[in-house]
């Protein structure tokens, strides 16, 4: 950590600003004076230091972390990939997992048909929304405990894993025989949530938020497995920006700067990211170019009938399309759909 | 709600996407066909209506909403302003309500020795965090049950109101004597918690999120509205933008817009959107004079011992002199600080 | 184009609207009465009109464009690629140009190296700042007329085609003799600079502003189109957003969404965007799985020692290793790597 | 400027990296070693150095600036307020200039009697735009040569000092005359503009970019002023975010941090930010209660016959009701509208 001082600092705020972070703060301190700012460089364990406590010292102009706050994320600490097993089926290494599904679970015989339908095209899991995250009370909320039976249904008939999504802690006994938890985007940051989900010891798929950068996915990663859950799937589904064609823009960045600062996968949302159907074949594509571990695409037996984005879901003949695509890029970037 | 159809849509889709509509939505339609292009005009209640649904159409290119999709936060059917009595201070109307304490509770003596200054230099409500959401796991994450403890042992002892924040509905029951409930920026979408303050009847200071869309934060305030609360208070607390500088960027026009499109009470929170001392004065000022109906304001007694947040926390007594402007200024705009 | 009432619009206002617009906007109107609300549907050409005069009257809540608001530059009206020759080299259609170089020209050695590294390892075209905009005033600003000369003499050398960014229209007479002439970021709303390049013949490389939606980038376009000239080549450069780990962020959706809007061929600076050697390659195969017509990357004889833009630039050997990868997936996606 | 070295630096590496620091950059050099990182502290003029030069270096991991780029611009070497002379009226210290008029120039009638009407309410400047920056090349480009005419006229008719925007510097002939010259958003970064417009001994209103950092800002100031021309104007027009109600977001809190770091004034223009005329009035008292030097606000004598932006343009009548309101609040504030 570096902390910079404001060029009108006293001597004497120095030298107690000093004492503090060496007493309090247990760091030891290397005083640079330069022509026009002295810095201070602090040397030892800086993980637990508030970067704001120092700010409020009236003599500092500002202060830089030099090392990044995560750890069990972090891939200086953990040089190999993380390999997550899901039923037998990996995510991460060479693997490619394809979880295919409903946005909403809505009823027995769509949720079958679809399910049946992404598991004849090459499916690898299986998804499905049974609490669904809704900008409008007035909008569909979904079948809730209902729709978690309808999954595992469809997964005893399919051999699919299940991921579905949790919005609250008091939610946690429903999601016993799930197969991994999803944490949307708008509970990235539910922290209380997080540090439940990191005393399981199931899989966690946790959601890039809609304007969180990536230290601060890679720091919510770090609340789950800060509590023992090392299970973490990070996904990227697209950040909130000021264009209008899209809902919002898929950063497939992240794909490879999560995989060069963590060891953790990382898996792409293209269908919620861009809202588009046409947009998630080449937003597919371009995944797993960028070195994906997985890719989430919403599939839907009936999309016009469907009860939450319509607009997104492809139909179960575009789908097996776009996996024929997958699995062939795949194949080429080294790496195989993983159909256990 | 209006449907603009692709140039490519053939008359027989065309025609079932009229009976779709008719029939299953329960809405009359307008065909209006263009030169380059045809749209349909909905007549009819819309607000249930799903524009992803209609948007998987082959036909449809796009959909737009007429209507604003908020009713109970709506000033169209509620045209007189909303004024909540907290412990007999008014939060809208005329008054203007100065929330200040510290960002953290911390310790008993922080808190009185905070809470009296705050007091004395004019506040009219304390705001203490028990429960923190901190970015990182290794960060100090509140006092918990203790803090709101102190805090109303605070309350006895000065008589001012007490504002503090929840992050689960998990700990409602801790909230029995807290006088207003406070959702944060990160669970302004955090929907199963509105819905279950929406079934309690206590006044809740909804913050906008860091990325959240004045449309979105009015949707969520008709979360908790749905279910039967109405004394919701909006809080602009700056969004995320590209700007270095501070840490968030305030929106000071949404004081202006929140109090057009809603009859609500708006007030603003210049500590955390700029994360800095010397921007709380001018921009607390900028908020009264926009129209705002209060002020959430960071005071700390000793900032640069603080937990949390310390270079955004004011001293007690830079506190009195921004307090004396701000009293000056809501007299001017023809409000006063309602001190009950 | 669509209007939308306000709710207390009165019968007069509203007919006085439909016989200014019938009368001096020369539009046919169809009104549409719904139970909230009403809407004008305009039917005609609506490409002239301007929205905001609309808006000007009382009686309008808002106004919508139904049809696109560019022609030359649509696919709707051109569904055919559009084709660029470059000294025979073919933008768009089933090849990829890779246009490589230094960020700045520095010197006639620094470039000579660079240029016959980059066409070695297989670049088709040589790109080169002579006039750099730089934040600074202080930093280095480009080689300016001189920087172009030395461009000439390295294509003369090996035969790349040269693409170079032009700042002013005063600088126009210095770019006869360049193949393909650049409008950076910061000038893609230098509307006269646009319109005097709609004059001349030559192929034209215009990169989306930092912040500019892609319906601005396409009115750019627009822009030089409208004034004769047709070769345009759109370049996405990455986007401003809240994150910090990148300069910028890569819109890889851009490239599908272009080529799905427009007939204009579209290449992607992955260097630029980024600003970090580490993720070119991810980027460059990410662009090339979603469909870019060409990439242009940054290549130095010796970054480290750069007059700008050092952390972006890959060496020469570090560049063959892209190429061989950047080659092969374009043969898989069904393209090749126009060598001429 | 602080560098952070990779903890995989090898010693010959940073020795190298030294050596090259001092000998060709002319700095001297601070190592601080850390447990899990070092650090290099430089001391001496880093003014002219390039962070990505450095970045460049294999060993290093990132560099950050300590000292502001900015010199001429910086308040740190300029301690007292600069105010500009414009016909006798003051831009900066303790006057507030009111700069009205509308949007563009569209006829002798249209200009005057606006003019006239910014005239009787108080206004102290005429603003009107005789050259405009429109999105779309169909849109109306303005009056150019001729508009300025008209201003002129209509500054002899009023009195008024003229701002009027140039977008090319192959039109700074036609500026003789003008009193204060604008640079719009759009040409922020128009760097060979800048320079020319350092050249002059013209007042510059310089805009902020729409997506451009105080910092971008200040640098574009810092163009101008190295090349000799210290009479610059800052003005913040909004920022492009996600927020959809409003054209762009003002961002008020620029108008404290620019004070805080510069000594140049500082004016707000409400108008375009928003782009609608029921926020100008607060937005208006927002900027003035944050301590602005000035505003500019678009006022029409027919706003809907208007041919840019008459969403956004005030009645004569509504703008003398918003001049009461904003003397008043100025004067509470203890500046007062500079009426020369």
């Not at 409008?136 to 469809?154: N, V």
């Not at 770090?222 to 589904?237: A, D, Q």
Request: with cysteine.
């Amino acid at each position: 950590m570096v902390i910079i001082l404001k060029n009108t600092a006293a001597p004497q705020q120095v030298g107690e600003l000093i004492r503090w972070l060496e007493d309090s703060c247990k760091v030891k301190t290397n005083l640079v004076e330069g022509v026009h700012s002295t810095i201070i460089g602090l040397i030892g364990d800086t993980l637990h230091m508030d970067t704001e406590a120092i700010m409020a010292n009236d003599c500092v102009e500002s202060v830089q972390r030099v090392q990044e706050p995560y750890k069990n994320a972090n891939r200086k600490f953990h040089p190999d990939d993380t390999v997550i097993d899901v039923c037998s089926r990996k995510i991460g290494g060479n693997k490619t997992q394809i979880i295919a599904g409903p946005c909403s679970v809505e009823s027995e015989k769509q949720l079958m048909e679809t399910a049946i339908a992404c598991k004849q095209a090459g499916a690898t899991m299986l998804r499905g929304g049974a609490f669904k995250p809704r900008t409008s009370p007035y909008s569909f909320q979904g079948l809730r405990e209902e729709g978690i039976k309808l999954l595992l249904k469809a997964k005893k008939e399919t051999g699919l894993p299940v991921v579905t999504e949790i919005m609250s802690l008091a939610h946690m006994d429903m999601f016993t025989d799930v197969d991994v938890i999803q944490v949307g985007a708008r509970n990235m940051q539910n922290f209380e949530l997080l540090k439940e989900l990191g005393r399981c010891d199931k899989p966690v798929l946790l959601k890039r938020g809609l304007s969180s950068t990536l230290e601060e996915l890679l720091m919510s990663a770090e609340y789950i497995m800060s509590e023992g859950n090392s299970k973490v799937i990070l996904c990227e589904r697209g950040i909130r920006t000021f264009e209008t064609m899209t809902r919002n823009t898929l950063d497939i960045s992240a794909v490879a700067l999560l995989k060069q600062r963590s060891h953790l996968p990382v898996v792409v949302d293209p269908s919620h990211a861009t809202g588009l159907v046409k947009l998630v074949e080449p937003m597919s594509l371009a995944a797993v170019a960028a070195g994906c571990d997985g890719l989430e695409i919403e599939v839907h037996c009936d999309p016009k009938s469907a009860l939450s984005d319509g607009a997104q879901q492809l139909t179960p003949k575009a789908f097996c399309g776009v996996m024929e695509k997958i699995k062939a890029l795949a194949g080429f970037m080294g790496k195989d759909v993983d159909e256990a």
